[in-house]
């Protein structure tokens, strides 16, 4: 047999597919390995070139082959698809991924580690647990509202409503009613507190983490956002420019060009939705409430031109370009002189 040197693996929950070929390209195995046989049959082998879908437990089983000595690659399963002959299926997908990790073009997703990944959960945590708390507050609220209270909007008005749930002796609502908004209102504390205590964890991550806390010192982003980038992005010299990371979150108008016409429309949302949306959210706070709003040149002219929207996406882009010069140059934000 001859040896293996660049070896596909097609991730599943308990049967993977292992597709390896020598230095000419010739398949020398295609097969298929239960999730316990996974450790070990790598283990047998020489070290070679191992080629993933950055898919679930992609990052798990790139770090368990690494430690076996083998070079893993993670690759976005969209540049992946391309490269997938004739019918789906497992045998193919692993062929596929197997020719796409040699390709000298292709793009690679550098693995996390277990601390970063740790990180990011608890970032996708307090995301799921905010999703349901605005799900019960706008519950509590239209309940509320059949009953003719209303309140003004905002996170920090619905204890107004909450207290009115909580008084017993309030005749406005029913009792059946209250019996039942009791219960709402009860997760939606519950979740203000377990929210609160994920808030606590990040805080603590970015207080340890030198990345984190050199992001947080541009304007626009606060712990939240810059722990989410340090986890999210552990080696930025996979991105050749600033222009290129905010490419890879989406920021960028999409192209539809032919004939030598350019035409772009609207950003292209492509990457990491959760990065995207925290980085406008944050671009809309600088312009609401910074005072860079009201000294920086190009913001000023940028509102006065564009719709608040429109300026906080063209925001977000610039502050995207300007976490990645942070991060690559390890370095914390300077004003410009202008700004300032």
Same mark, same amino acid.
């Given at each position: ?102 390709? /000298?073009? !292709?793009?690679?997703?550098?693995? %996390?580690? @277990?601390?970063? +990944?740790?990180?990011? #959960?608890?970032? $996708? ?48 609502? /029913?009792? !059946?009613?209250?019996?039942?908004? %009791?219960? @709402?209102?009860? +997760?939606?504390?519950? #979740?203000?507190? $377990? ?146």
């Amino acid at each position: 047999m001859n040896e293996i040197t660049t070896i596909g693996l097609d991730l599943a929950k308990n049967i993977f597919q292992v597709h390896g070929v020598d230095e000419t390209g010739t398949a020398v195995i295609v097969k298929r390995l239960r999730r316990s046989q996974v450790i070990a049959f790598f283990a047998g082998l020489p070290p070679c070139l191992v080629g993933m879908e950055a898919c679930a437990t992609a990052h798990h089983w790139a770090r368990e082959l690494s430690e076996l000595g083998h070079e893993v690659r993670l690759m976005p399963p969209q540049y992946v698809k391309a490269y997938v002959k004739r019918n789906k299926n497992d045998a193919a997908d692993a062929a596929a991924i197997c020719e796409a990790v040699k390709r /000298p073009s !292709m793009r690679f997703v550098p693995a %996390k580690t @277990i601390e970063q +990944q740790s990180a990011l #959960l608890t970032h $996708r945590a307090r995301d799921l647990l905010v999703r349901q708390r605005t799900m019960l507050v706008n519950a509590l609220r239209g309940h509320m509202a059949e009953f003719g209270l209303i309140e003004a909007q905002g996170l920090h008005k619905v204890a107004g409503l909450i207290a009115i749930v909580m008084d017993d002796m309030d005749e406005r609502i /029913p009792e !059946m009613a209250r019996q039942a908004l %009791k219960v @709402i209102a009860g +997760q939606i504390n519950e #979740l203000q507190t $377990r929210i609160a205590a994920l808030e606590t964890q990040v805080l603590a991550w970015h207080k340890n983490n030198p990345v984190s806390q050199r992001l947080a010192t541009i304007p626009g982003i606060g712990p939240i956002i810059a722990t989410a980038i340090a986890a999210t992005v552990p080696d930025p010299s996979v991105f050749r420019s600033g222009r290129e990371f905010a490419a890879w979150l989406g920021l960028v108008p999409r192209q539809n060009c032919t004939g030598g016409k350019v035409r772009l429309g609207g950003i292209s949302k492509r990457g990491d939705s959760y990065l995207r949306r925290l980085l406008v959210n944050g671009a809309i706070s600088v312009l609401l409430w910074s005072k860079m709003a009201k000294t920086d040149p190009w913001l000023v002219s940028l509102r006065g031109r564009k719709p608040l929207l429109v300026a906080a996406v063209a925001l977000a882009n610039k502050t995207a370009r300007i976490a990645w010069a942070v991060m690559s140059r390890q370095t914390t934000y300077r004003h410009a002189a202008g700004a300032a």
